[in-house]
């Protein structure tokens, strides 16, 4: 898992890196938040952004608010860095897109569980997206008709919703995937296509 870190200091930079390197996370290093925001403009940008509050260029609550302004199939689990411990700023922060916030200086087990619940989530919100596709896919692949068809009992013609009536293969392809081929079963062969043949070839049925 690839993780991002925008800290402008380098004391809390080095540390993060370290720490998210001994738990086997990747960590993408940036110094301030405009490296920050080209990163993640690029392919393949991180999942979990770590993201200080106060940096030079933009600042995390910034980038937070960026972040979310563009829906993504896979959106980031973004938790921020800040020495603001009022419940006010804390709030600001979540409604700017946070989903979590770690004060400064943080707690090295308290980041770990914030980590590993931010992993979570996106495991759920992937195999979320998973299933939302396959539903996707299939329902594509499948239309059904429902509810009572009104047929005239003669022709067995179908009279649609806006009251046209039309044979019952061209309705049917009109409201699904299904395709027609036309054969002739043997009871109407005996019925009606037989004696039409014999009228029309007299010889074919004295042969037969």
């Given amino acids: 898992m690839r993780v991002l870190i925008a800290e402008d200091d380098l004391v809390s930079r080095h540390i993060l890196q370290a720490t998210l390197h001994k738990w086997g996370y990747e960590v993408v290093v940036c110094t301030d938040g405009t490296e920050a925001w080209q990163v993640l403009q690029g392919d393949a940008a991180p999942h979990v952004l770590i993201l200080d509050w106060m940096?030079?260029?933009m600042d995390g609550v910034q980038i937070c608010r960026k972040v979310r302004e563009v829906p993504q199939p896979s959106p980031a689990y973004i938790i921020l860095l800040t020495a603001r411990e009022r419940s006010q700023d804390i709030v600001a922060g979540l409604q700017a897109g946070a989903d979590d916030y770690l004060t400064k200086p943080f707690d090295r087990e308290e980041l770990h569980a914030r980590m590993q619940a931010g992993l979570r989530i996106l495991e759920l919100q992937s195999n979320l997206a998973e299933r939302v596709k396959e539903l996707e896919d299939a329902l594509s692949r499948v239309r059904t008709l429902q509810g009572l068809l009104p047929m005239c009992?003669?022709?067995k013609k179908i009279r649609s919703d806006s009251n046209y009536w039309?044979?019952?293969?061209n309705y049917v392809s009109a409201h699904s995937d299904a395709q027609f081929s036309h054969g002739v079963c043997p009871q109407c062969y005996e019925k009606i296509?037989?004696?039409?043949?014999?009228?029309?070839?007299?010889?074919?049925?004295?042969?037969?």
């Fill in 193 to 208: 296509v037989k004696p039409q043949i014999e009228e029309l070839y007299p010889h074919w049925k004295k042969s037969s």
């Fill in 166 to 169: 039309q044979q019952i293969e």
């Fill in 55 to 57: 940096m030079p260029g």
């Fill in 153 to 155: 009992p003669y022709c």
